[in-house]
């Protein structure tokens, strides 16, 4: 026993169904997590030389020692080689990256340290999920304090009350990343801060560090809404999202500026998410308006 409509109403409505289901479906937002974005490059001015290969063996057996190690830890430092081509180094990823998200950029360093520095006698290569560093032996050391890289936003917010939102933020990240052993990300009223100190470096060590690049951030940046400060042994990373912070994929759990030129939080994803919703909303109107219409024409033909 039929009803005894046209079908084809309910076809479209069908079809828009299964249209709109695999819209959902399919990714609106920025699927690719930056973290493998190159942040900055330190290299060595001196080459090492190498008649024998001495270095460059040891070199390659410290890489392969640390990609190993990033399968399974988030932090590893050790030595290869003898002598005076004994070499240390270390990688460390961000603490919020998961296992293979960790070897996935740790994957990247040294690739980039021999394309970026070629056979230098030490090299540091910054991603925004990790980094690795090494250093032939005897090689001058300097302070766990020192600035090696910073990024500021270009968009500024002063008199809006952003920057004591800002250091109360900063407050909170400099008590948590102590409690935290190294690694702590919050937020507070739209700000979100991030800090991570060198996995070797002490507690008490630690929230020292990170104090000083807060301060750095702070007399460096301005009322700038993001900014990045890179010291030797640790780093921190705040961005202000007055409209909400963006959607973003579940390999980074924190959002880091791409650049210092941007800041405006805006997600072009979000907006086509919108427009389809928009759009499908509309068209859902338009394919029971047609389904009723159909019933109601057979009921006048009867």
Known sequence: MGFGFSSKPFVLFVSFLLLFTNLELSPLVESASDYTTLVYKGCAKQAFT???????QALSALFQTLLSQSMKVKFYKTTTGT???TITGLF????????SDCYNCASQLPTLANKLCGKTIAARIQLYGCYMLYEVAGFAQISGMEMLFKTCGATNVAGSGFE???DTAFSVLENGVVSSHGYYTTNYQSVYVLGQCEGDVGDSDCGECIKTAVQKAQVECGSAISGQIYLHKCFISYSYYPNGVPRRSSSSSYSHPSSSSSGT???PGKTVAIILGGAAGVGFLVILLMFARGVMKKRDDS
């Open 50 to 56: 190498d008649p024998a290969g001495m270095y460059s």
């Open 265 to 267: 939080g805006q997600n």
């Open 92 to 99: 460390q990823c961000r603490g919020d990256l998961s296992n």
């Open 164 to 166: 004591e939102r800002r």
């Open 83 to 85: 002598g005076q081509t």
